[in-house]
């Protein structure tokens, strides 16, 4: 919850524009490091295909090998 509070949106600085219009986009994420590129990443994944703290953590796979 702590990143989505962090990059929640500024309504006062949103705006609507036309699709034919030209966009910064390229700009500004230039303009940002790589760690907050992956933030934005991580942020949009999650919104995409939900949270779920049990999935956070990696699989163990158990395997075992019979001597000869």
């Known amino acids: ?3 989505r509070e962090a990059l929640r949106m500024d309504k006062r ?3 609507v524009i ?3 219009d030209a966009s910064d986009d ?3 994420w230039l303009h940002k490091t790589p760690y907050e ?3 934005a ?3 949009m994944r999650q919104v995409m295909y939900g ?3 049990s999935t956070t953590r990696l699989q163990r ?3 075992v090998a019979e001597r000869a």
Do not use: K, Q, V
């Open 26 to 28: 390229l700009a500004y």
């Open 1 to 3: 919850m702590e990143l």
């Open 41 to 43: 990443l991580e942020l």
């Open 37 to 39: 590129r992956l933030e």
């Open 13 to 15: 600085h949103f705006s």
């Open 51 to 53: 949270y779920n703290s």
């Open 18 to 20: 036309s699709l034919s």
């Open 61 to 63: 796979i158990l395997t």
